[in-house]
């Protein structure tokens, strides 16, 4: 019996994370450690949550005497780190709430998995996830590969860059063992609103407009989260210590030509005439220091560990969609309360 923590497991990837180890590894004992703030949510975990290998936590990982007393209690043989604020535009109005979380958060979770471990290490693996956004931003050419030198450009991206590098610089003065992974945009089941293909979901199924950001000439490469959930599983249990691994989909959209594909899909399924759920796209004042384009060379992983993503993105598309029509509730829920506050401060 291992003992697995998993950060943000009551969040979007995480809870994905959490589903597949629970329901693959009946020998390991999962705790999913959770602030559950705005992002997070219980009932992402709900499937699984009276499962016997299944223990959720509420607690934050910028709290050092809690992180440090569960870490002695729980003895945890493996970490898989996803907690973290993950959402750029909440990034440029509040970033001392990611260099909080997402860079002296981190440094908690591996002082505590150092002092645990260090007189032996063996059997041991501290697994940071991490964004392609480190990188920085491309120009027309060009992929990210593993040893692109960082360049971060959003405070989002600059936190994630920072703790990425704290990772790596224990790996190399304390030999604690680690991998890291850094991945393209997900989309999928349980996604926050507040991100691109939720948000548009949401506003098309209510009748409110669609807010592209500047020209909408901006490139991302999307990534089914079911599909980076396996990835994570591969890479945690065949991943080489100290290694990185870069995760992506093979697949760069333009947000306008992504944002046509999902109005598309949107009138099929509602059944509205052809053009209807477009006519909402309305393009807003731009991010401010907007990466131009994002796009992930995952050969490594492919390569080295047979990797790749499972659908085409029309069919991810289509899943995510049906999804979000399915669950109404769970849309209502998050979207109460203070989603509206947030709601009306970015875009009225
Ligand atoms: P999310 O915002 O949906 O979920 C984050 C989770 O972390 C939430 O459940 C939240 O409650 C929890 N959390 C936040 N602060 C915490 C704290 N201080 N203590 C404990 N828990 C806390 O994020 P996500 O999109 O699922 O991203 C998960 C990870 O994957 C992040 O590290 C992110 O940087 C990385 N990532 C995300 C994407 C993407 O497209 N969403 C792409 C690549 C990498
Ligand atoms: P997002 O989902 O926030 O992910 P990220 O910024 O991490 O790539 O945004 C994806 C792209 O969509 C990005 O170029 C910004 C753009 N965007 C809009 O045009 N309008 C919106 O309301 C949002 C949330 C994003």
């Not at 009946?26 to 705005?38: E, G, K, V």
């Not at 499962?51 to 050092?64: C, E, L, Q």
């Not at 591969?234 to 870069?246: R, V």
Request: aromatic content about 14%; hydrophobic content about 35%; some cysteine.
């Amino acid at each position: 019996m291992k003992n697995i923590l998993i950060t943000g497991g009551a969040g979007f990837i995480g809870s994905h994370v959490v589903r597949l180890f629970v329901n693959k590894y009946p020998n390991y004992q999962i705790y999913n450690l959770d602030a559950l703030t705005y992002a997070g949510n219980l009932e992402n975990n709900i499937d699984i949550s009276k499962a016997s290998n299944y223990t959720f936590v509420k607690g934050n990982i910028k709290d050092i005497d809690f992180i440090n007393n569960l870490f002695k209690k729980h003895r945890f043989d493996g970490v898989i780190h996803l907690a973290a604020e993950s959402h750029v535009d909440r990034s440029i109005t509040n970033p001392n709430d990611f260099i909080e979380t997402n860079i002296l958060g981190t440094a908690n979770l591996l002082n505590a998995f150092r002092d645990l471990w260090q007189d032996n290490y063996e059997g041991k693996l501290f697994y940071h996830v991490s964004t392609d956004e480190v990188y920085g931003s491309l120009g027309k050419t060009g992929l990210f590969v593993e040893t692109t030198p960082y360049d971060p450009q959003s405070p989002y991206a600059a936190s994630k860059a920072s703790s990425d590098h704290i990772v790596r610089s224990y790996g190399n003065t304390y030999k604690l063992p680690f991998v890291i992974s850094n991945c393209s945009n997900n989309y999928g089941a349980n996604q926050f609103p507040e991100k691109l293909i939720p948000l548009f979901i949401h506003n098309i199924r209510n009748r409110k407009s669609l807010p592209v950001y500047g020209d909408g000439n901006y490139t991302r490469d999307w990534l089914f989260v079911e599909d980076h959930a396996m990835a994570i599983d591969l890479i945690f249990h065949k991943g080489k210590i100290e290694e990185t691994y870069n995760i992506g989909g093979f697949n760069e959209w333009t947000n306008l030509n992504l944002i046509h594909l999902l109005c598309k899909q949107m009138d099929e399924k509602l059944k509205l005439q052809e053009g209807t759920s477009a006519k909402l796209i309305t393009f807003v004042k731009d991010r401010a220091g907007h990466d131009k384009r994002y796009a992930i060379d995952a050969t490594k992983l492919n390569r080295e560990l047979g990797w790749k993503p499972s659908v085409t993105f029309e069919e991810g598309l289509s899943k995510t969609i049906d999804w979000y029509l399915e669950n109404e509730e769970w849309l209502n829920n998050v979207t109460s309360g203070a989603y509206k506050d947030y709601y009306k401060k970015m875009y009225d």
